[in-house]
């Protein structure tokens, strides 16, 4: 038997009551979990052992014993974080035309852009919320997102030379506008470099990720990786379409050569209706994704460096340490307008830069009013209401904890409602699958970051064949 559950913080008292433990299949040869979906403990069992184990065997007096200190722990972390982080958009133009983008055409191409005067406003305004409930000892992390906020470069830079004691910075870019002067400047500044990148080759990447004249861009982004070699603070994203999932394993290898540190591999959100003709089936995407995965473990083992694909460490953390998770679209309510929110060019505030074409989910304007305003407007509490709880299907799914049902932003405007299911619901089933199985394997740690249980106590750890 192995039971793993740690957390990042300490227990509170016990509160509660909790259902019981319940049989979760991981299509493995030999072992079972039995997982509490209410409050994310499980224990990986012989397939021999699950029905004495489920009538009150040591997994169950040990969860018993815990229950409420790891009820606590999801509460707080589902329920009273306060935002830490901004995704800050300085412009909505762009001089890319993707095809899965969440922000409207006319708004990517003519929409608004800060100044470099409105940008270091919005920063005092920022600075000043964040001060007023973070530890001093802890810095808000500022993320320049967009639409391509490189195309704000003069506003932007000044702001991170001008903040960087107030703020932690980084940037997602798709990279064309990075020359040999933005790259000094943001790694000499310890700026976090996020760039985009969805094929190992310029014909497939190029079929998602174009100008507007239908160039693509393949070659200034493996540029910028290239010239990113030994920065620690870089990723790349790809972003899984029909249009390149059957290279997604080329792919991985390809950032493994060009000695990427980590990359995600992300589903499509399928938030606007140009996204979900390039989505992918469940099925097809979960196997090209499994096999990526499989391939960075093996690219591991024959140089013993490792490509971390971060959206699944996360998933792994997840699991193995439910509170310790650092992105957050896999836990339910997401950290849209929780952990974090999204500032608009216009000083509009949305829970998540993914509501940023969907004017109805505007919960203020940081230039008029306070942060806790839109924190407490409807349209924030429509998304930091949404919980897996409510929705049929995931109410009742033993992953819940570990999946969150993502996303609001796009099970809202593929279905009209919010207690809905988004896209891609048996991949995230899939994916914990995998995560499990690595773990009844031992093999779980070749996939994390060195050191990612640093920061973790452990709550509940037992090992055992
Ligand atoms: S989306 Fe699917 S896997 Fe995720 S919580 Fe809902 S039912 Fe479970
Ligand atoms: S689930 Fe969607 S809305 Fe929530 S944080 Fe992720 S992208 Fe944003």
């Not at 997982?35 to 018993?64: C, S």
């Amino acid at each position: 038997m192995t039971v793993q559950t740690m957390s990042s913080s300490q227990g509170s008292p016990a509160r509660g009551s909790h259902s019981s433990l319940v049989p979760f299949d991981i299509n493995h040869p030999t072992h079972v979990v039995l997982v509490n979906p209410d409050t994310a403990f499980w224990g990986l069992v012989h397939k021999n052992k699950m029905n004495e184990m489920l009538a009150g065997g040591e997994l169950m007096e040990i969860f018993l014993a815990k229950a409420n200190i790891f009820a606590d722990e999801m509460d707080m972390l589902r329920f009273h974080l306060k935002p830490s982080a901004v995704y800050f958009n300085p412009t909505e133009r762009c001089n890319l035309n993707c095809t899965y983008c969440y922000i409207p055409a006319k708004m990517r191409r003519g929409g608004n852009q800060m100044d470099k005067a409105t940008v270091f406003d919005a920063l005092e305004k920022l600075h000043s919320y964040f001060r007023s409930h973070m530890p001093a000892e802890r810095m808000p992390q500022v993320i320049f997102h967009g639409a391509e906020p490189m195309l704000a470069r003069e506003a932007i830079f000044a702001a991170i030379d001008a903040y960087g004691d107030r703020f932690r910075f980084g940037i997602q870019t798709n990279a064309t506008l990075l020359d040999e002067d933005a790259i000094a400047f943001l790694t000499s500044h310890s700026v976090g470099i996020g760039l985009s990148l969805d094929g190992p080759t310029a014909d497939v990447a190029d079929r998602t990720r174009q100008r507007w004249n239908g160039n693509g861009v393949f070659r200034h982004v493996v540029h910028a990786i290239d010239r990113l070699d030994g920065y620690p603070r870089f990723n790349v994203i790809c972003t899984i379409t029909r249009e390149n999932l059957h290279h997604l394993t080329e792919l991985v290898e390809f950032f493994h050569a060009h000695r990427v540190p980590a990359c995600m591999l992300n589903v499509t959100r399928c938030t606007l209706p140009g996204a979900r003709t390039v989505c992918g089936e469940d099925e097809d995407v979960s196997k090209a994704y499994l096999a990526a995965l499989e391939r960075t473990h093996q690219l591991y083992r024959e140089t013993g460096r490792k490509l971390v694909v971060a959206n699944f460490a996360n998933i792994l953390i997840a699991i193995l340490a439910p509170t310790a998770r650092r992105l957050m679209c896999d836990i339910s309510p997401c950290g849209g307008g929780r952990s974090f929110f999204a500032l608009a060019p216009s000083g509009d505030l949305f829970p998540c830069s993914e509501f940023i074409g969907l004017p109805a989910f505007k919960g203020g304007n940081l230039f008029t009013q306070s942060v806790e305003e839109a924190l407490t407007s409807e349209p924030f509490r429509l998304v930091s209401g949404r919980k897996v709880e409510d929705i049929a299907g995931c109410n009742s799914c033993s992953i819940r904890h570990f999946c969150g049902a993502p996303c609001p932003a796009e099970a809202y405007e593929m279905n009209g409602r919010m207690a809905q299911k988004g896209a891609f619901c048996r991949f995230y089933e899939e994916q914990v699958r995998y995560a499990m199985r690595l773990i009844a394997d031992g093999r779980h740690e070749d996939f994390l970051w060195e050191g990612w249980d640093a920061d973790t106590t452990s709550l509940c750890a037992i090992g055992s064949v």
